[in-house]
């Protein structure tokens, strides 16, 4: 069977976008051609999956969309082998699709190096590991509509998804693709805090994790500013405010601050 799908670097990232295609049959797998580097993976995914999976990428650049998810590193390898599969006659000679969730990887690079393909630049983050991320895409100026819809309909499996100007993705980036480390080191913080104050590890950890959710989940529906929800739970000198007090006097605000913005002209440098 012709592949309909390629998928080159089927790590993580990768397998959390294809399984929730595969499920809503937007992709069938008898058409995924996907590569990994080694044999051990490749033999391990096809053993748990079902899926044709090799350390080749010939196969994978013979489909007409191409999911490109390999290490920064790999990039100009994986140029040279959808060159290879056009000048055999079996790759994309002009018009394929190729999503790329490579940071910092700009639109012009990938068009640079993949002529014949209309590139798409896609920034998802880790929580769409379980169907709960947020993903950045910006457009070649070629990608049809038609494409753009079916792109942002695979992209939805996972989570909420915004198009964007590529010049806003690196703070885009930083801000949903690093955030999640930000996020866990408040958790982590939060239950040492507890810990500290007379609570079990275990408990403190899931207390942590369960506050975190809930209080995204409140600002969230009821679409409420976070000063909002900050005054509501801050009682005249109660024990909020007093805790308010010393993140102030310790700079979290700051730190968190500039921990996006360290992130957002990383990603720039990157590219």
């Known amino acids: 069977m012709t592949p309909t799908f390629g998928v080159v670097g089927l790590g993580r ?12 049959g937007l992709v069938e797998r008898e058409g995924v051609r996907a590569v990994v580097a080694s044999e051990a993976s490749a033999a391990g995914l096809r053993q748990a999956h079902q ?12 489909a007409p969309v191409v999911l490109l998810a390999v290490k920064p590193q790999q990039l100009e390898a994986a140029a040279r082998a959808a060159a290879q599969a056009a000048a055999a006659g079996s790759g994309a000679s002009a018009g394929g699709l190729l999503i790329s969730v490579l940071a910092g990887v700009t639109l012009a690079r990938l068009q640079g190096l993949f002529p014949a393909w209309q590139c798409v630049r896609a920034v998802p983050n880790t929580p769409a590991l379980v169907r709960a991320g947020l993903t950045g895409l910006a457009f ?36 949903t693709s690093s955030g999640p480390a930000f996020v866990a080191v408040v958790a982590e913080a939060l239950a040492d805090g507890a810990v500290a104050a007379g609570l079990p590890r275990l408990l403190a950890q899931r ?22 929800l900050k005054d509501m739970v801050s009682s005249p000198g109660g024990t909020t405010i007093a805790g308010l007090r010393q993140l102030e006097r310790a700079g979290l605000r700051s730190a968190l601050i500039e921990a996006v913005v360290a992130a957002a002209e990383r990603s720039r440098a990157l590219a």
């Open 207 to 228: 207390l942590a994790h369960r506050t975190l959710a809930g209080s995204a989940a409140l600002l969230q529906e009821r679409d409420l500013h976070p000063a909002q």
């Open 51 to 62: 899926l044709t999976v090799d350390t080749d990428a010939a196969a994978a650049w013979t």
């Open 13 to 24: 990232m990768a397998q959390a976008l294809l399984w929730p295609l595969l499920e809503a």
């Open 140 to 175: 070649a100026d070629d990608v049809p509509a038609e494409r753009r819809r079916w792109v942002q309909q695979l992209f939805v499996q996972v989570g909420e998804v915004h198009e964007l100007p590529e010049a806003q993705l690196d703070a885009f980036l930083a801000l």
